[in-house]
């Protein structure tokens, strides 16, 4: 009975680490091809925020206009007035019908200066992601971008 119990202990943490392998590797499927497929979102997006703002800023850091699968995803964050980001305040959505919810594919990755994936999977096509974060103030800051990756 000990011994069974041991093994069982064993094999889950063995699982949870082997889960983790992927995301601490740099290696994340952000989007998968079925969701690609879902119908693109009805009715008007949320655009970003505009004029003046002390919310933080959230910016995505492009290398080329040209992107292929995998990729580098980088996002900067930037507060204002001597708030912090909080960071487990991030949420990352694929704007489809329904909505996606990415952020726990990024959250290994995320710091309070932001987000960075040396390798991203995506099928070809527009992606357009949301991504909201909130600061030490309770402000809220966020963008909107379309991802254009080639076949």
Do not use: W
Not at 13 to 23: E, T, V
Not at 46 to 55: D, H, K, N, V
């Amino acid at each position: 009975m000990i011994l069974r119990r041991g093994c069982v202990g064993f094999l889950a943490g063995f699982a949870a680490i082997a889960i983790s392998i992927p995301a601490c590797a740099g290696h994340v499927v952000l989007i998968t091809p079925e969701e690609a497929r879902l119908p693109p979102p009805r009715g008007p997006v949320l655009a970003s925020q505009r004029g003046i703002t002390r919310g933080p800023r959230v910016e995505y850091i492009s290398d080329s206009a040209e992107i292929h699968s995998p990729m580098h995803l980088r996002l900067k964050f930037e507060s204002f007035g001597g708030a912090r980001i909080d960071p487990d305040s991030l949420k990352v959505t694929y704007m489809r019908t329904p909505n996606v919810d990415l952020t726990i594919r990024v959250k290994p990755f995320v710091q309070p200066t932001g987000i960075d994936i040396p390798e991203v999977e995506l099928p070809a096509g527009d992606h357009m992601v949301r991504v909201d974060i909130r600061d030490s103030d309770g402000r809220i800051g966020g963008t909107s971008f379309v991802l254009k990756v080639a076949p």
